[in-house]
């Protein structure tokens, strides 16, 4: 266990030196990055402190690593919303992280008043989870509730403002590979599983000792640290753009034909069809409304108009019938084809082919 925490805490540090030198602009997203490496950091060393040797806990190291699990939940939250937020937030950040300063200074107060029992309690609660006997108690049961709780709340609040970026990634840009919080989604999936769950184990378990708290705690430990390594590894992935927040409240919807809808429709066809614009990888809406000689608003309007759902809808589409022509034309290899054709991605190539044909590449040459 001692190896996994200083694995745990070896990738914490690292990330953390590389955010620190790292030259590109991510605004607020650095920052609250570093608090996320911080906060796992110095999680792992109190674990790390209080398995080394029993007698020498202290009372700090009983009772903090327990508040700081009110800061997960809030930090990562907040780094997705600083993802179409680079700027500075706005509004009252703070108050979200009013229970844990709460949970802070009851802490403190014990520790103040109480250090030895805090102690001592440590270890009656240790002696009781190798006993497999309860260690219930009232105050227990409110805060490992209010950790599950806000946990699961900060989830749901992290999903919705990723889902909602991803959707207004794809009205601006061709090509989403490096840009979207898919990534997000799939490591807060992860988090209830690795996270959340086995904390509500461990709160049924500190009521009715139904699994061995010991083992528990060992596997708790072990997916905190390969969570922390997940997160890391996709944070570097991450491309940062600016996207205001307005656009990603809702999803799009179809809107009415504005004026002069079939022509600046067939324009914008012509456009694609003989200048062959969507063969650039880094195509934005905004070049290509500045092609039309529109507003990007404008071009919006008309995609959604259109039967297309959005601009990454509109361009992909037309990669993909290059494809399916180039595909019957030539015997050059199927990905050559696919990023001659705009795309950035064998993944996404694959994923947007299947969507619009119904077959893979190749089985459709072959038909």
Not at 17 to 36: D, S, Y
Not at 190 to 196: A, P, R, T
Request: charged letters at 20%.
């Amino acid at each position: 266990m001692q190896f996994i925490l200083a694995a745990g805490i070896g990738v914490c540090a690292f990330m953390l030196l590389q955010l620190w030198q790292k030259n590109e602009r991510m605004g607020q997203a650095k920052f609250l990055a570093m608090a996320i490496q911080a906060l796992w950091i110095f999680r792992f060393g109190l674990f790390y402190a209080k398995i080394i040797d029993l007698e020498l806990v202290t009372a700090p190291l009983v009772i903090y690593d327990q508040v700081l699990l009110f800061l997960d939940g809030p930090l990562i939250w907040l780094y997705t919303r600083s993802l179409v937020e680079p700027k500075r937030f706005k509004g009252k950040v703070w108050v979200h992280f009013i229970p844990f300063f709460l949970m802070f200074a009851y802490a403190t107060y014990q520790l103040i008043a109480f250090p030895q029992q805090l102690i001592q309690l440590f270890h009656d609660t240790w002696q009781a989870f190798q006993d497999g006997t309860s260690t219930a108690g009232g105050i227990g049961f409110i805060v490992i509730a209010a950790i599950v709780y806000m946990n699961i709340v900060y989830m749901f609040r992290s999903l919705k403002v990723a889902r909602a970026y991803n959707v207004a990634l794809e009205e601006e840009y061709s090509n989403t590979d490096s840009l979207t919080a898919y990534w997000i989604i799939r490591f807060q999936k992860l988090w209830v599983i690795l996270f959340v769950l086995p904390l509500l184990l461990y709160f049924v378990n500190y009521i009715w000792p139904i699994f061995p708290m010991m083992e528990l705690a060992g596997a708790a430990l072990v997916a905190i640290v390969l969570l922390s390594i997940v997160f890391n590894m996709n944070l570097l992935k991450q491309v940062y753009v600016t996207l205001p927040l307005s656009k990603s409240k809702k999803p799009p919807v179809k809107k009415p034909a504005p004026s002069g809808f079939e022509e600046e429709l067939n324009r914008l066809m012509k456009v694609l069809k003989e200048d062959k614009a969507y063969l650039d990888e880094s195509l934005t809406l905004s070049q290509l409304a500045d092609s039309l000689d529109i507003k990007p608003a404008e071009l919006t309007d008309l995609i959604k108009a259109s039967e297309y759902e959005n601009f990454y809808d509109l361009i992909n589409s037309h990669r993909i019938e290059e494809v399916k022509a180039q595909l019957l034309q030539s015997n050059e290899q199927v990905i050559q084809i696919a990023y001659q054709s705009g795309f950035k991605s064998k993944s996404t190539f694959n994923k947007i082919f299947k969507e619009k044909t119904g077959l893979t590449p190749k089985a459709y040459r072959n038909s």
